[in-house]
T-cell receptor, first 114, second 110 residues
């Protein structure tokens, strides 16, 4: 079966702009989580969506938002981009929310803010 | 808040030598621990989870609640083990949220 698909793979944006990243989970998976990966901070949890509802949120400013559609596809949006938002953004899908459910990761979207 | 620490950023070993990646966590309850691996040009993927108590690709990891550690070990490293390894923790109240350590790069030399 197809893995987690993230689009686009690469993005270059200017400070102050906004950006939308997309994630298509594995078919049948209802949970989608987003992570930011940077050399300095490592992998940090942004938020999790399950059945179209945000279930958990990390310590990121309100400029970072997301949503999930009825087909479980998810988007995350970053408004008023800052240079520090440059990072690899990873999406992970899981079958459900039970403990120990394996997370399947996408290839990521590399965002560069100039 | 929970935290995961991987003290080594880089581990360099020769092929056939044992390798141990350290992982320590801080959480007062009973977390679930995972090791994720990222090979060159591949996506992050699950290597093993403590609840399975299984050996994957020769790797094992034991949860030591007294020392709050979940070290990853392999008795004989292979060149194909060269990769980035991340220890991660989840707790029941947080659903699928994973808290990751900083990662350890393993380089297995021939």
């Amino acid at each position: 079966k197809a893995g987690v698909t993230q689009t686009p793979r690469y993005l270059i944006k200017t400070r102050g702009q906004q950006v939308t990243l997309s994630c298509s989970p594995i078919s049948g998976h209802r949970s989608v989580s987003w992570y930011q990966q940077t050399p300095g901070q490592g992998l940090q949890f942004l938020f999790e969506y399950f059945s179209e509802t945000q279930r958990n949120k990390g310590n990121f400013p309100g400029r970072f938002s997301g949503r999930q559609f009825s087909n479980s596809r998810s988007e995350m949006n970053v408004s008023t981009l800052e240079l520090g938002d440059s990072a690899l953004y990873l999406c992970a899908s899981s079958l459900n929310r039970a403990l120990n459910t394996e997370a399947f990761f996408g290839q990521g979207t590399r965002l560069t803010v100039v | 808040a929970q935290r995961v620490t991987q003290p080594e950023k880089l581990l360099s070993v020769f092929k056939g030598a044992p390798v141990e990646l350290k992982c320590n966590y801080s959480y007062s309850g009973s977390p679930e621990l995972f090791w994720y691996v990222q090979y060159s040009r591949q996506r992050l993927q699950l290597l093993l989870r403590h609840i399975s108590r299984e050996s994957i690709k020769g790797f094992t990891a034991d949860l030591n609640k007294g020392e709050t550690s979940f070290h990853l070990k392999k008795p004989f490293a292979q060149e194909e083990d060269s990769a980035m390894y991340y220890c991660a923790l989840s707790i029941k109240a947080a659903g699928n949220k994973l808290t990751f350590g900083g990662g350890t790069r393993v380089l297995v030399k021939p």
